[in-house]
């Protein structure tokens, strides 16, 4: 579904990506981990359009450098940024139907793909009036991935969301992603994550990433049978 043939990436003069290589079948939960600065942001950010870059990048089969970036989650990719860019003075379900609103979905598929966000993610219903300016960064990251699963009907792209969480953040997001996965199993995802180990549980494939390059793309010999 989601090629990356030989992707090099520079901001100025300095490499970022070195030859980045690696797929992502339908359906594939693959942890993107590896060190800050070694290229993980990045690597998310040029799959939504937001890098200059040269080789190939494909979706289903199409050059996906051809379309531009702000076309790019038409075709069902949703992306949660790291920092979360929540407008705090839109309440919480504001900001989810933000993306709806701009891709001018119908009032009908609006309201089934939020039913679909609040069955994953039941506490925001509950915050779904407050301001977003008054959550906890977890719960921010929390509404960053509704936001982001309002589009997302292929892939969905999560950078960094376990970072600076408490561990019992951390346990319910990683819970609301295996509720995503048993709900959604054609639903692809690519985490970029530090620490592999929060990923275990569900991801199926690893893929380490360091200063630039693809270290290693392993079967998660961890996932439960």
């Known amino acids: 579904m989601l090629l990356l043939e030989n992707i ?3 901001f100025g003069t300095v490499p970022v990506l070195r030859g980045v290589s ?3 079948g339908e359906g594939e939960a693959v942890a993107f981990v590896g060190r800050n600065g070694a290229g993980k942001t990045t ?3 040029t799959i939504m359009g937001f890098t200059k870059n040269t080789g190939r990048l494909q979706f289903d089969g199409a050059d996906l450098n051809t379309v531009e970036d702000f076309r790019r989650p038409g075709l069902g990719i949703g992306y949660a940024p790291e ?3 929540l407008f705090s003075r839109f309440t919480v379900e504001e900001n989810i139907l933000l993306p709806a609103q701009v891709a001018k979905l119908s009032a009908a598929e609006t309201k089934r793909r939020l039913d679909r966000v609040y069955d994953i993610l039941p506490e925001l219903r509950e ?3 407050r301001p977003a300016g008054s959550v906890s960064g977890g719960q921010g990251k929390m509404v960053a991935l509704a936001r982001a699963l309002m589009l997302a009907t292929r892939l969905v792209l999560l950078d960094e969301p376990f970072q600076g969480l408490a561990p019992v953040l951390a346990n319910r997001y990683a819970e609301a992603l295996r509720r995503l996965r048993d709900a959604e199993p054609s639903l692809a995802l690519v985490i970029t994550e530090s620490n592999p180990h929060l990923l275990r549980s569900f991801a199926e494939r ?3 990433i360091e200063r630039g390059e693809i270290a290693q793309d392993v079967r998660n010999e961890g996932l439960p049978a």
Do not use: E, H, Q
Request: charged share 35%.
């Open 127 to 129: 915050m779904a009036r």
């Open 22 to 24: 690696f797929k992502v």
């Open 83 to 85: 920092d979360r860019r």
């Open 206 to 208: 690893i893929i380490t």
């Open 8 to 10: 090099c990436v520079s």
């Open 43 to 45: 690597t998310l950010r």
